[in-house]
């Protein structure tokens, strides 16, 4: 069964660091490039990072460039989003999504990049307060 599930999500203060892993199941995930999204509360989703089947590009949006790096370890089956520096505006429910494309140095930065629900996870909730 086709299946990514995120985890890591928390309360952390402004400043704060987190680690989200995305872990996927029942596919390999060598062969697609991997998104992070969020959307907050009344918020429509947006991307925050993607990086490439092969690894060599990974794409940021720019509020979260030099605080997220978003990496993958292929073994494991999973991608990891390293957030440091949080502040408020980085709170939301945070998802990641996989797709296939034969240009293994390329990734998406829009959720239509990955097609249907089915190619999500349920997502992980961050919360940056004080």
């Known amino acids: 069964q086709y299946q990514l599930v995120e985890s890591g999500g928390g309360l952390v203060q402004p400043g704060g660091s987190l680690r989200l892993s995305c872990r996927a199941s029942?596919?390999?995930?060598?062969?697609?490039?991997i998104g992070w999204f969020r959307q907050g509360p009344g918020d429509a989703r947006e991307a925050v990072a993607c990086?490439?089947?092969?690894?060599?590009?990974?794409s940021y949006e720019d509020s979260v460039k030099g605080r997220f790096t978003i990496s993958r370890d292929n073994a494991k089956n999973t991608v990891y989003l390293q957030m440091n520096n949080l502040k408020p505006d980085d709170s939301g429910v945070y998802y990641c999504?996989?797709?296939?494309?034969?240009?293994?140095?390329?990734?998406?930065?829009?959720?239509?990049?990955?097609?249907?629900?089915?190619?999500w996870g349920k997502g992980t909730l961050v919360t940056v307060s004080s």
């Open positions: 999504a996989a797709s296939y494309w034969t240009n293994r140095a390329a990734c998406g930065m829009t959720s239509g990049s990955y097609g249907s629900a089915g190619n």
């Open positions: 029942g596919f390999p995930i060598d062969d697609y490039f």
């Open positions: 990086i490439s089947s092969d690894g060599t590009r990974r």
